[in-house]
C-alpha cells in the first residue's frame, strides 16, 4: 500500500508565495515519478510538474515556468512545489501523483499516466 499526503496550500495574494509538500509512504522517491497537478474549477486537471525517479528530469509547463521549482528531499521522503509570483489563474486544487512506470518527464505530464494520488490541497491566489 502507498500513500501520498498534499499539505502547504492555503489563501495567498497576487505575487506571493506556497510551497506545497507531497509526503510519501510505501515506497522510496528513487523508485517513481512525482507529478504535480491543479484541477482549477470547471477545467480539466492539468499536469504542473515532473520530477523524474532519478531526480535529473524536471518538468514545468510553460504557464509556470520561471515561478515554480520542485524538489525532493529524500531523508523525509517527500517532494515540493515552491510556488513564487502566484497569479490568480494558479487557484485550484492541487494534487501529487506517483507512478514507477513514468520513467520519464516530458510533454505534457498526463494524469492518465499515474496510478498513485493524494487528497489535493487547495491554492486560492486572490486579493
Known amino acids: 500500500q502507498s500513500e501520498l499526503v498534499e499539505s502547504g496550500g492555503g489563501l495567498v495574494q497576487p505575487g506571493g508565495s506556497l510551497r506545497l509538500s507531497c509526503a510519501a509512504s510505501g515506497f522510496t522517491l528513487d523508485s517513481v515519478t512525482i507529478g504535480w497537478f491543479r484541477q482549477a474549477p470547471g477545467k480539466e486537471r492539468e499536469g504542473v510538474s515532473c520530477?523524474?525517479?532519478?531526480?535529473?528530469?524536471?518538468y514545468y509547463t510553460t504557464s509556470v515556468k520561471g515561478r515554480f521549482a520542485i524538489s525532493r528531499d529524500h531523508a523525509k521522503n517527500t517532494v515540493y512545489l515552491q510556488m513564487n509570483d502566484l497569479k490568480p489563474e494558479d487557484t485550484g486544487v492541487y494534487y501529487c501523483?506517483?507512478?514507477?512506470?513514468?520513467?520519464?518527464?516530458?510533454?505534457?505530464?498526463?494524469?492518465?499516466?499515474?496510478?498513485?494520488w493524494g487528497q489535493g490541497t487547495q491554492v486560492t491566489v486572490s486579493s
Open positions: 501523483a506517483a507512478d514507477p512506470r513514468v520513467l520519464w518527464c516530458s510533454g505534457n505530464v498526463s494524469p492518465l499516466a499515474f496510478g498513485s
Open positions: 520530477i523524474s525517479s532519478s531526480g535529473l528530469n524536471l
